[in-house]
T-cell receptor, first 112, second 113 residues
């Protein structure tokens, strides 16, 4: 959805570097999510936030941190990137808890 | 923790053949959602099923939710090349203040014209 914008779209970096992936949304949704997608593994939840003051770990949060700067912005950081964090990363938003999630176009991250 | 399993992982069909993907949860679900991801794209919401035994149709796509609300299926009749992509099911955890979705690993559908 154009309402969910991820930057950058592609990034190549080196092991040990700190990386920040950004997500912004104009949908007015309170709930925001970061997922990682690897071939054959589907979408795995890294972190999620239900409002600016509420941040929760997902199933694979080790090696990642997040910041919810505002209702519309949710950033994912890799403090010290390692090659097995090479993946496609998606940000998503939703309104109420049982409403569909809306995904950004993704960030393809390669760590050498 | 909750597990959502999908089969098959891959399916290759000739255009015009039917296709079905199955989704099974280790726990009873309050609802189930289906998403489609085109190659190079992002997941896009297709539908949500809420009621036990519910069946919904979208043109050539038929979605079912099992009576026990632990399994679901997506059936495509007479596939077309535009159906190519990965289909994911997703179910919520127990809900409450910590509601989040668990996605299946997806079924990749390829269609030979």
């Amino acid at each position: 959805d154009a309402d969910v914008t991820q930057t950058p779209r592609n990034r190549i970096t080196k092991t040990g570097k700190r990386i920040m992936l950004e997500c912004s949304q104009t949908k007015g949704h309170d709930r925001m999510y970061w997922y990682r997608q690897d071939p054959g593994l589907g979408l795995r939840l890294i972190y999620y936030s239900f409002d600016v003051k509420d941040i929760n770990k997902g199933e694979i949060s080790d090696g990642y941190s997040v910041s919810r700067q505002a209702q519309a912005k949710f950033s994912l950081s890799l403090e010290s990137a390692i090659p097995n964090q090479t993946a496609l990363y998606f940000c998503a938003t939703s309104g109420r808890q049982d409403q569909p999630q809306h995904f950004g176009d993704g960030t393809r991250l390669s760590i050498l | 923790g909750q597990q959502v399993m999908q089969i098959p992982q891959y399916q290759h069909v000739q255009e015009g053949e039917d296709f079905t993907t199955y989704c099974n949860s280790s726990t009873t679900l309050s609802n189930i959602q289906w998403y489609k991801q085109r190659p190079g794209g992002h997941p896009v919401f297709l539908i949500q099923l809420v009621k036990s035994g519910e069946v919904k149709k979208q043109k050539r796509l038929t979605f079912q939710f099992g009576e026990a609300k632990k399994n679901s299926s997506l059936h495509i009749t007479a596939t077309q090349t535009t159906d190519v992509g990965t289909y994911f099911c997703a179910g919520p955890n127990s809900g409450g203040s910590n509601y989040k979705l668990t996605f299946g690993k997806g079924t990749l559908l390829t269609v030979n014209p």
